[in-house]
């Protein structure tokens, strides 16, 4: 059946890191996916970059991995400044659960040593507290992470997440966004599971419905 998956990003590309293979095998089944990045991280960037540059790229990188222009969201949060705008941020949320009603919400996991991550998974938390949701793992920031979830991927989706983090070039050369690093994770986390491929997240929350 054809659900709603709501990506919460903390910064442009975190989605594309944490989940980006799972995005790809959504869109591919047919599902809305909705991308909201709260930060392009503009006070991030090289001084010689436009203070468009991460905007640009998440636009390319989404439409590498499916998702409809109009469903990306990239809000104007500062970067590491998340912890002093929860307010604001739990009321954007709660928008986003009104305008949207998702089936699945993907998250940063809440052992992430980001203090802007850590705030977007304790605000997500709250503001949809009634729906299924999974974080996603970023591992050169968890604390701790449990594979408590897996999704089983394919070559093809694997290949169209690198594709879609090669769009951040002014990300270029940082080693977790490197394609050897991206493939050698998913395969691991396949094995632990019989898949060739595969993304690991941590159940935050899960709402059976008509399942049980």
Not at 13 to 19: A, K, S, V
Not at 161 to 188: N, T
């Amino acid at each position: 059946m054809k659900k709603t998956t709501l990506i919460l990003a903390p910064h442009t590309d975190d989605g594309e890191l944490g989940c980006g293979g799972t995005i790809a095998k959504m869109v591919e089944n047919g599902d809305d996916v909705y991308y909201v990045a709260f930060s392009a991280a503009e006070r991030s960037l090289p001084p010689d970059l436009p203070r468009d540059t991460l905007r640009c790229e998440v636009k390319s990188a989404t439409h590498v991995l499916g998702i409809e222009p109009d469903h990306l969201v990239v809000l104007n949060y500062d970067v590491r400044d998340f912890p002093a705008h929860r307010q604001e941020i739990l009321d954007d949320m709660i928008r986003l659960q009104r305008s949207i009603h998702p089936d699945l919400v993907l998250l940063p996991a809440f052992h992430d040593l980001h203090q802007d991550h850590t705030t977007i998974a304790a605000e997500g938390l709250r503001a949809f507290k009634t729906t299924t949701m999974l974080g996603y793992e970023l591992p050169w920031n968890n604390m701790t992470f449990s594979t408590t979830a897996f999704v089983f991927l394919e070559e093809r989706h694997i290949n169209r997440k690198i594709e879609a983090l090669a769009c951040y070039l002014s990300q270029k050369g940082r080693p977790y966004a490197d394609g050897d690093f991206i493939r050698s994770l998913a395969k691991a986390r396949g094995i632990q599971i019989g898949a060739p491929y595969a993304e690991a997240f941590e159940v935050i929350r899960w709402v059976l419905n008509g399942v049980i």
